[in-house]
């Protein structure tokens, strides 16, 4: 009865391979995003959607590319991976687009080698 | 500058102390705020928000804010062991969260 689960956990790739995280939530929120945290801890959102919708798009190279099939999910495929893409992915929810109380994701510690 | 502003400690504490967690933020329009506790390896959960100038009370928690001098900050009292983490600030502005880079805190037996 997890609220937001993401898959994997842990994913180890090499450069330049392309690769895929899914969230699903089950909560019934509208609105979902991606997160992403550097070695320093900072958060930084990537892209929100609400009920499959794009709203947020925030500066990230088009390597990454998002898609939801329906509000219960938000998938983040990433092309062609570098050093940097090294990170963990969070992925969260909130009710509805205005509401600062989201619930996130395990996330995933993804390493490129 | 950086939009929401935290020292990264790490803070230091004895069991039974308040903690006093702080943040600025740079944007004078923002309506409200957040605190989130992340655990090392963890993903990052709410403990409280606050709208209004003033406290707010929830437990062992006061969230404090003063949007004159653009400052929120979190007390935790009786501080136990249990509640060493990394401590977010978040403010939320133009349709998403915006957080600090957080603020460590060891609270000692």
Request: proline letters at 5%.
């Given at each position: 009865d997890t609220a937001v689960s993401q898959t994997p956990k842990y994913l180890v790739t090499q450069m330049g391979n392309d690769k895929s995280i899914k969230c699903e939530q089950?909560?019934?929120?509208?609105t979902m995003y991606w997160y992403k945290q550097d070695s320093k801890k900072f958060l930084k959102i990537m892209f929100s959607y609400n009920n499959k919708e794009l709203i947020i798009n925030e500066t990230?190279?088009?390597r990454f590319s998002p898609k939801s099939p329906d509000k219960a999910h938000l998938n983040l495929h990433i092309n062609?991976?570098?050093?940097?893409?090294?990170a963990v992915y969070f992925c969260a929810s909130s009710?509805?687009?205005?509401?600062?109380g989201y619930t996130f994701g395990s996330g995933t510690r993804l390493t490129v080698v | 500058q950086k939009e929401v502003e935290q020292n990264?400690?790490?803070l230091s504490v004895p069991e039974g102390a308040i903690a006093s967690l702080n943040c600025t933020y740079s944007?004078?329009?923002?309506?409200s705020f957040f605190w989130y506790r992340q655990y090392s390896g963890k993903s990052p959960e709410l403990i409280m928000f606050i709208y209004s100038n003033g406290d707010k009370e929830d437990g062992r928690f006061t969230a404090q804010l003063n949007k004159a001098s653009q400052y929120v900050s979190l007390l935790i009292r009786d501080?136990?062991?249990?509640?060493?983490a990394t401590y977010l600030c978040a403010v939320y502005n133009t349709d998403k969260l915006i957080f600090g880079t957080g603020t460590r805190l060891q609270v000692f037996p």
């Amino acid at each position: 009865d997890t609220a937001v689960s993401q898959t994997p956990k842990y994913l180890v790739t090499q450069m330049g391979n392309d690769k895929s995280i899914k969230c699903e939530q089950n909560l019934g929120h509208d609105t979902m995003y991606w997160y992403k945290q550097d070695s320093k801890k900072f958060l930084k959102i990537m892209f929100s959607y609400n009920n499959k919708e794009l709203i947020i798009n925030e500066t990230v190279p088009n390597r990454f590319s998002p898609k939801s099939p329906d509000k219960a999910h938000l998938n983040l495929h990433i092309n062609s991976l570098e050093l940097g893409d090294s990170a963990v992915y969070f992925c969260a929810s909130s009710p509805r687009t205005g509401e600062g109380g989201y619930t996130f994701g395990s996330g995933t510690r993804l390493t490129v080698v | 500058q950086k939009e929401v502003e935290q020292n990264s400690g790490p803070l230091s504490v004895p069991e039974g102390a308040i903690a006093s967690l702080n943040c600025t933020y740079s944007d004078r329009g923002s309506q409200s705020f957040f605190w989130y506790r992340q655990y090392s390896g963890k993903s990052p959960e709410l403990i409280m928000f606050i709208y209004s100038n003033g406290d707010k009370e929830d437990g062992r928690f006061t969230a404090q804010l003063n949007k004159a001098s653009q400052y929120v900050s979190l007390l935790i009292r009786d501080s136990q062991p249990s509640d060493s983490a990394t401590y977010l600030c978040a403010v939320y502005n133009t349709d998403k969260l915006i957080f600090g880079t957080g603020t460590r805190l060891q609270v000692f037996p």
